[in-house]
């Protein structure tokens, strides 16, 4: 069960972030997955609610699952793809099966919501910034 691993490294890059941003709570985080990665939302899910009691900064925090489809560029006609069921992915507007990978290949922590020391205010950050 690789959810496991995951939800321990989502778990800790979080807690971490958010102690040097001086946050004092961590309320939500949402997580983008692809589906290329084959995660079972349910493992996941339960990895990290059983995780996150390991740190008072992040014991309430409600973490949200998203799928991202897959994106694809057709290499035929050149046409962007957005593919969600991976069983038989071809492009909409030629039909070629000829597809390169172009996003939606990843784990992401989208959005972290927190609560401030300094002004006891919630915040929410985006990831990146």
């Known amino acids: ?56 900064i992040t014991a309430d925090t409600v973490f949200i699952y998203r799928e991202v489809p897959v994106e694809f560029l057709c290499l035929n006609c050149g046409e962007a793809v957005i593919v969600s069921d991976l069983t038989a992915p071809v492009c909409q507007k030629c039909g070629s099966s000829s597809l390169d990978i172009r996003g939606g290949d990843s784990i992401y922590i989208a959005e972290m919501e927190v609560e401030m020391d300094e002004s006891r205010s919630t915040e929410k950050c985006d990831a990146g910034e």
């Open 1 to 56: 069960m690789h959810e496991l691993s995951i939800a321990d490294q989502i778990v800790s890059m979080v807690e971490l972030e958010a102690r040097e941003a001086r946050a004092i709570k961590i309320s939500s985080v949402t997580i983008d997955v692809s589906v290329l990665m084959e995660v079972e939302e349910d493992n996941l899910l339960f990895c990290l609610n059983t995780l996150k009691k390991e740190y008072a």
